[in-house]
């Protein structure tokens, strides 16, 4: 089956540190990533949606100069958490669709991202 | 914005009994996803339904998409403790498929 890659898995830093998150697609062309954020005891929550050699649209709040988001190919996108604090602390994960009709998206296992 | 009702929220339940979980829409969606999500770990691909009516198993597992296209259920069949973790249904309304909306997770406790 479909299998999405997702490093590091967990990462711990310092506030003001930025934190790059990717996003791999293994055995498939993905032609739209997506990125999600997850609290705890919470459900997913949409941050942007990423096509590859475009750039990336962001869902109402999320800002994009503090979630970078680069999708330079069809089998990878990259997440970067810029100047990282606190609040940002969270479950970030990311998802694949590949083309086709009634493709699901299948998700990474996630990041969780802790700044200290 | 487009919700999911999904409920219930969680279950205790004993090794061996069924289990049903469903989920609402206000509006109508053209997919119905459920996924399967383990602490720590990103969700899995449990059951996908296209089609309003729809029923499909995956081993123990029946989900259905409801012919109002607006509600889906999961039933799991004979429980066993590896089933717990949180289950979410998911949907696609509008013609983008990025449009993927989550319920919010039914968490399942299984007791040996």
């Known amino acids: 089956g479909a299998v999405v890659s997702q490093h590091p898995s967990w990462v711990i830093c310092k506030s003001g540190t930025s934190v790059k998150i990717e996003c791999r697609s293994l055995d498939f062309q993905a032609t739209t990533m997506f990125w999600y954020r997850q609290f705890p005891k919470q459900s997913l929550m949409l941050m942007a949606t990423s096509n590859e050699g475009s750039k990336a649209t962001y869902e109402q709040g999320v800002e994009k100069d503090k979630f970078l988001i680069n999708h330079a190919s069809l089998t990878l996108s990259t997440l970067t958490v810029t100047s990282a604090h606190p609040e940002d602390s969270s479950f970030y994960i990311c998802?694949?669709?590949?083309?086709?009709?009634?493709?699901?998206?299948?998700f990474g296992d996630g990041t969780r991202l802790s700044i200290l | 914005g487009q919700q999911l009702n999904q409920s219930p929220q969680s279950m205790f339940i004993q090794e061996g009994e069924d289990v049903s979980m469903n989920c609402t829409s206000s509006?109508?969606?053209?997919?119905w996803l459920w996924y399967k999500q383990d602490p720590g770990e990103g969700p899995v691909l449990l059951i996908a339904?296209?089609?309003?009516?729809e029923l499909t198993s995956n081993g123990r597992l029946t989900a259905q998409f409801g012919i109002t296209r607006k509600d889906s259920f999961l039933n799991i069949s004979a429980s066993i403790p590896s089933d717990v973790g949180i289950y979410f249904c998911?949907?696609?309304?509008?013609?983008?498929?990025?449009?993927?909306?989550f319920g919010k997770g039914t968490k399942l406790s299984v007791k040996p």
């Open positions: 998911a949907g696609y309304y509008g013609g983008s498929q990025g449009n993927l909306i």
């Open positions: 339904l296209y089609k309003a009516g």
């Open positions: 998802s694949a669709e590949s083309k086709g009709k009634d493709q699901p998206q299948h």
């Open positions: 509006s109508i969606f053209n997919t």
